[in-house]
């Protein structure tokens, strides 16, 4: 009498069980021993790489001399790769990550000089050999950021190739338009510049009366003595020029009332495109260095990709 029995199988070993859980178990297992031979066939390639008979071999070379390597990440890791072997990493990480942290180590561990080779527009313009390149300055005589970009740096066997490009002269879009497009008005460095750069003119005591009145003066708690010392001198508040209120004011303190100087500064409409490409333009040794869009901007003026 033949009966139907039901099963289920593990795909990769291609066991048979009764129950779907121990199956499914099975090929959990399966899997993962998969994933680390995977891992172990990887390390192995990547030690021969650097010329080591095996991955034991590197492993205990890096991790027997890990209190040579300087930068912290780097040596965390290695220690973690020389106590617990490449399998407690994901096959992702490895492959993404074991061959240039090892190369990294090797290079701190061996203290190997590397040569740093200069490029601007296609032409070698300078080298010099470096034991720290990670903070070494990739620059070169006459180099300006407001002239020239960093365009690439190729990586070859203890060779840096620094590829540095002159930004062309010619503009595709206007200067301010360029800078707009950034939102060079919103950095807060920029708009505190461009206020102080436009040159204000010279107020009367009624102008400045007037203007701490719109920024409400009135709720300064000096304001309330500007007036008792003007009654005190015989002066009725409401009946005082505008002018006369400001040196009452001004003999109160108030130029140390937080209002004051935003009382003064130059208003929003006040800020023309000019005045924005002027403050720019004599300023931007400062913005090419410190304004995080600086470079996209750049591209953005001369067209560039």
């Not at 561990?109 to 990670?134: A, P």
């Not at 206007?174 to 204000?200: C, G, H, S, W």
Request: hydrophobic share 30%.
């Amino acid at each position: 009498m033949v009966k139907e029995v039901k099963a289920y199988q593990d795909e990769i070993t291609g066991k048979i069980f009764n129950d779907r859980y121990k199956a499914q178990k099975s090929e959990e297992k399966s899997k993962k021993k998969l994933e680390v031979k995977e891992i172990e066939d990887y390390s192995e390639t990547v030690a021969k790489k650097f010329g080591f008979k095996d991955f034991y071999e590197l492993r205990n070379y890096v991790g027997g001399n890990s209190d040579k390597i300087k930068t912290l990440g780097v040596r965390m890791r290695i220690d973690v790769l020389a106590l617990k072997g490449p399998a407690h990493f994901s096959i992702k990480d490895i492959k993404e990550g074991l061959e240039p942290l090892i190369e990294k180590a090797l290079f701190e561990i061996r203290d190997e000089v590397v040569t740093v080779i200069i490029n601007l527009d296609n032409k070698q313009i300078s080298t010099f050999q470096t034991k720290d390149y990670k903070n070494a300055k990739l620059e070169f005589e006459g180099y300006s950021p407001i002239k020239h970009y960093l365009e690439s740096i190729e990586n070859q066997k203890n060779t840096y190739i620094c590829n540095f490009k002159s930004y062309p002269e010619k503009e595709v879009i206007p200067f301010v338009e360029a800078l707009k497009q950034f939102n060079i008005t919103k950095d807060y460095n920029f708009d505190r510049m461009v206020r102080d750069y436009i040159e204000k003119p010279e107020l009367s005591a009624e102008e400045k009366y007037y203007a701490l009145e719109a920024e409400g003066v009135d709720n300064w708690s000096g304001y309330s003595y500007a007036i008792e010392m003007a009654e005190e001198d015989g002066d009725d508040w409401f009946d005082m020029s505008p002018a006369e209120k400001y040196y009452a004011l001004e003999c109160a303190g108030v130029d140390n009332w937080h209002g004051y100087e935003y009382a003064f500064e130059t208003k929003d409409e006040d800020i023309t495109d000019e005045a924005i490409e002027e403050c720019f333009k004599d300023n931007e040794d400062y913005f090419a260095k410190n304004w995080k869009n600086y470079k996209d901007f750049k591209f953005t003026l001369h067209g560039l990709k």
